[in-house]
């Protein structure tokens, strides 16, 4: 291979050409806008910063935060202390850091939109707004909104969620995270330097429902959206039998983030995985263990045994989280007072929120636990009834 295309500057398409441009090929990153504000929370989690510690380890504005409060409707809120902090930046700055670690390590980073590809021979002829160029292999980081025909994973609404929010002026020092009746999704609050990213995200329900859960959420909390920053934007949350047959690569192809659906179907985690997959991705097209044409089938096993199967697990879960039951009251509220009771619950919370506790074991460390968990919840419900000096 003489050339890497990579179509696309975000987390994803930054983070692979850095590493194919360190491993020695020549690299050309596209992006139309390069560094901007992608409508997003932009929460990292520690999963993210002790695989790369330079998301955490920068000069970068950004905010460490400790402290979360989970709150669903009947149970009210509850706090969360994070081990680790969960490590929140504006999208500008973080793009802006990746692209530039892009560059340093030898990539070439234009201003451009790809408007189409096309196969000529065994390469590719990319048309771009201004021109047209040749590259021998593509990586496919396009995002969400991914324009680009034949290539990428085809997102059905059903592998969807719709996320919106504001910016607004205001600071908090700790993150909110809302449970809602009947929403497969949930409501955040994210401080971030100088400002808070609010948002929703849900599944199944129109854009203009969501919003107004938003607004009634901020008007309740008495934070105005009238000095703020409407966005919105797609959130891939693949279905579980889309993980089957996701169209993740091709012949001289492979795609990373979001335009691979590589998002986390619960929480809507996407910059690990965009980071990760675009890191993946290099090292299967650098590898001269593998022939051209087996390259697909190398990262989409790569990919599996990573992160991969994990989420694919998760898209069964999702829904039953959200919306299900359990001993008679939805799994949130039960989640919330679980959390304010039982010491071991509020540990395995704390993993969730790290990003430490997958999917694929979860359902066997509460199994562990539950006795434990119910016990301490049955007796700190029944201590919190004996008060000292009533009868
Ligand atoms: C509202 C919202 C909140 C979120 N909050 C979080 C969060 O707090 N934490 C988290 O981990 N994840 C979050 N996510 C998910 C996260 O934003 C994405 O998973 C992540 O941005 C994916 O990175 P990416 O590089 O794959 O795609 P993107 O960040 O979307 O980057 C794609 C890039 O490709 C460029 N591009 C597109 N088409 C072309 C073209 N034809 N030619 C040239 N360039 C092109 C775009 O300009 C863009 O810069 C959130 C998502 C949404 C929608």
Redesign the pocket.
Known sequence: MKLVAV???????AFAAERLAAGGMKTVL????LA?E???????TYKAYEKYPFLLHNDVPKRLVTLTQLAAPGAGATSLKLREPMVIYSRYELNRMLLARAERAGARVEK???LALSRAGSRWRLATKHGALEADFCVV????????RGVGTLLTPADTML???YYVPEEQEHVDIQFLPQLEGYIWV?PRCGHLSI?I?GRGEPAQKLRARLEAYMQERGISWKNGSF?S???PSLAKPAWRHNRLAGQGWIA????GGL?DPIT?????Y?IRSGDLASQVVLSDAHAPEDKPHAYRALLQRDFAANLEFGSALGRRLFRDNFLFASVPKRMVQFMRQSPRFHELMQDLFAGTQGYLDLKARLLRNLHGTMLETVMNFLLSRVVPGET
């Open positions: 179509l696309g500057g975000g987390p994803a398409g596209l992006d139309d806008k901007w992608k409508p997003c929370g932009g929460a990292l451009e939109r790809v980081a396009t995002g969400a909104q991914n324009g680009l996320a919106l929010g994210f948002g995200c966005y934007h797609v959130l990373v983030g979001d335009a998002v809507g985690e996407g910059l690990y965009a």
